[in-house]
């Protein structure tokens, strides 16, 4: 079974936010699968996907905190500035953690440890809603 | 043909670990794959996999002497501190290496490059054993 | 339809290069996929692959000037220098990027964001052509 359906997030501000739910909202036919992955696409160049813990929002502060010292806004050596100074920073933080997540699928649900969650990444001061591709793949359960 | 599995990952010390002979052996199936891919995900939020070089210790002393210092444990910054200093850095890392890898497969084989191998990241002090989920997929050889 | 490929690109200096073309060159059975996924695997160690801005060439030089910032050659902790100062940096920029791409397929083209592109991460000086394992899956179209 192959299925192929669009994922629509809603805006948030820059940080890295919990989306586990939503993208499972978006897979219906998640449960039909008995073995497969989900692959997930996020068709942006300023915002990313990643898979961490899903518990401490402590933990989401600190990944805006850290991320926001490892590649400046105030570099000198920046030459892309003309689509704001949070522009450049988020094409590389956005290549650090990547556009794509491929998770296992088990019994009709995501195959993660207990305390992995899939975390929309949002590098802009001002994102706008975010659009993902959901790739279902995988054999139908009996 | 689909296959899903776990692979026990024995506890290793804090550092990049070369794991391809051990994960190898917990897909008893990959010989029979004619083309196909295998795809891994680390059920954990403060190790990660990655493949890289597999001749030289050397090199991955020095992923590990990069990261501790791209990564900070005493950062000021950090809020989340309770589970120990090397906690949140861990967290970090993770995101930036990343919890899955996704392979070629080939004649039964994994379709590396002669030079690649896979890598555990253990990024805590005391990691503990690690756990993947391994999912072969692929076109059954004639 | 599993079909995997081999696709080599052409040596470049260091640095940031877009090569969506040259890789949608290399996969003549990519227009019979209705719904699938495209698998890519770089067989290198200190190149990589990444999916980013593909419209200004600024953009790709401003991420080399990040990278050799956050990942420097003169650092005094590198052990592994005998290949080249340039040689230890370069894996540690190829995991931070990854060597894989997985992208969705869908009315045989590949279903990216309209400003995504597909990078060669170029890490070394002179690091020669490049080659790519291509796996292409998914339902063939009516």
Redesign the interface.
């Known amino acids: 079974m192959?299925?192929?359906t669009e994922i629509r997030l809603e805006p948030r501000p820059r940080g890295f936010h919990l989306v586990t739910r939503e993208v499972v909202a978006g897979l219906p036919q998640l449960g039909e699968i008995a073995?497969?992955?989900v692959?997930l696409?996020?068709?942006?160049?300023s915002a990313s996907l990643?898979?961490?813990?899903n518990a401490?929002p402590?933990?989401r502060?600190?990944?805006e905190?850290?991320f926001s010292?490892?590649?400046p806004e105030d570099?000198g050596?920046?030459?892309?500035t003309l689509e704001g100074s949070d522009d450049?920073p988020a094409?590389?933080k956005?290549?650090?953690?990547?556009?794509?997540?491929?998770?296992?699928v088990?019994d009709g649900e995501l195959?993660?440890?207990?305390?992995?969650g899939i975390?929309l990444c949002e590098h802009r001061d001002s994102g706008g809603p975010r659009?993902l591709?959901a790739?279902l793949?995988?054999?139908v359960g009996g």
């Open positions: 192959w299925k192929q073995v497969g992955l692959h696409l996020i068709r942006h160049t990643a898979l961490n813990e401490s402590d933990v502060r600190d990944f905190s850290w010292r490892a590649v570099a050596y920046w030459t892309h450049m094409h590389i956005a290549a650090l953690l990547g556009p794509t997540l491929t998770l296992p088990r195959g993660l440890g207990t305390w992995q975390y659009s591709v790739t793949m995988g054999e």
